[in-house]
Antibody, heavy 121, light 110 residues
Framework: QVQLLQSGSELKEPGASVKVSCKTSGYTFTTYGMSWVRQAPGQGLEWMGWINTNTGNPTLAQGFAGRFVFSLDTSVSTAYVQISSLKAEDTAIYYC??????????????WGQGTMVIVSS | QSVLTQPPSVSAAPGQKVTISCSGGSSNIGNNYVSWYQQFPGTAPKLLIYENNKRPSGIPDRFSGSKSGTSATLGITGLQTGDEADYYCGTWDSGLSAGFFGGGTRLTVL
């Protein structure tokens, strides 16, 4: 069965960096893209972008360019998001979500359990 | 501010039907399919509807989706207290290769 298992919660100081992992199983990793979604406390879902797991080419949503980097390790079927120069407003739950595409239409069919990142001094 | 607009909350009694709307524009919903996600407090979202009206395996037929023009609707019949959750609409802009979510709707089953 398809599973996306994310790394554990993180507590970081402002200005630090964090790397969240999303280890997949139950399917061929490079067949589907991987998206990242942010959910700030008490807020809705915010699409951060996606990475083509075949080419490694990332597409970041507006507002996420610069400090957010998507990467892959296809040898272990794992996707990562690294956030640098952390700010208090980066405090959120970060979800990975498999991107299923049929032609040009896509949706998020399987989700990781989420990783809480808290930025606080 | 979300590109897709949903009502912040809806409510209905057990056994009744409720609909949740998702309004967008010609550049998003108008030219793309809509998906819906269910999220219980403290858990990850779950795919409920894709391609406007299709249900993944395991999703009961009490849940339905429709789309007309630049709006979409999620319908839930035979409401149960276990349906209390946040519901999000989403769409994929193939031209931008970008995803968008609505602001979410909190369903209360009174």
């Amino acid at each position: 069965q398809v599973q996306l298992l994310q790394s554990g919660s993180e507590l970081k100081e402002p200005g630090a960096s964090v790397k969240v992992s999303c280890k997949t199983s139950g399917y061929t990793f490079t067949t589907y893209g991987m998206s990242w979604v942010r959910q700030a406390p008490g807020q809705g879902l915010e699409w951060m972008g996606w990475i083509n797991t075949n080419t490694g080419n990332p597409t970041l949503a507006q507002g996420f360019a610069g400090r957010f980097v998507f990467s892959l390790d296809t040898s272990v079927s794992t996707a990562y998001v690294q956030i640098s120069s952390l700010k208090a407003e980066d405090t959120a739950i970060y979800y990975c979500a498999r991107l299923f595409c049929s032609g040009t239409n896509c949706w998020f069919d399987f989700w990781g359990q989420g990783t809480m990142v808290i930025v606080s001094s | 501010q979300s590109v897709l607009t949903q009502p912040p909350s809806v409510s209905a009694a057990p056994g009744q039907k409720v609909t949740i709307s998702c309004s967008g524009g010609s550049s998003n919903i108008g030219n793309n399919y809509v998906s819906w996600y269910q999220q219980f407090p403290g858990t990850a979202p779950k795919l409920l509807i894709y391609e406007n009206n299709k249900r993944p395996s395991g999703i009961p037929d009490r849940f339905s989706g429709s789309k007309s023009g630049t709006s979409a609707t999620l319908g839930i019949t035979g409401l149960q207290t276990g349906d209390e959750a946040d519901y999000y609409c989403g769409t994929w802009d193939s031209g931008l290769s970008a995803g968008f979510f609505g602001g979410g709707t909190r369903l209360t089953v009174l």
